[in-house]
């Protein structure tokens, strides 16, 4: 029992989580901010913000991952 616990604390789906789903608000909320004219290079995706909405849910699914499993080993 005293393994399952040491070896959740190594575990880095909540930390990851964590930051994918950090830096997909800061990418969403600059590419909805930002002007128009920096994706002339992109043929006019706004990439930062599609990137931003895939981190965000790739940090969502992975916090959820994470605390879901944390609950099932610790009951």
Same mark, same amino acid.
């Given at each position: 029992m005293s393994?399952? *616990?040491?070896?959740? $604390?190594?575990? $880095?789906?909540?930390p990851l989580g964590g930051l994918l789903l950090f830096y997909g608000i800061v990418l969403t909320i600059y590419g909805l901010v930002s002007d128009a004219s920096?994706?002339? *290079?992109? $043929? +006019?995706?706004?990439?930062?913000? !599609? !990137? +931003? $909405?895939f981190m965000l849910v +790739? +940090?969502?699914?992975t916090l959820v991952w994470g605390l879901r499993g944390s609950r099932s080993q610790s009951g």
């Open positions: 393994d399952q *616990r040491s070896l959740h $604390l190594f575990d $880095l789906k909540t920096l994706y002339e *290079r992109s $043929l +006019g995706i706004n990439v930062n913000l !599609w !990137w +931003g $909405l +790739g +940090g969502v699914a």
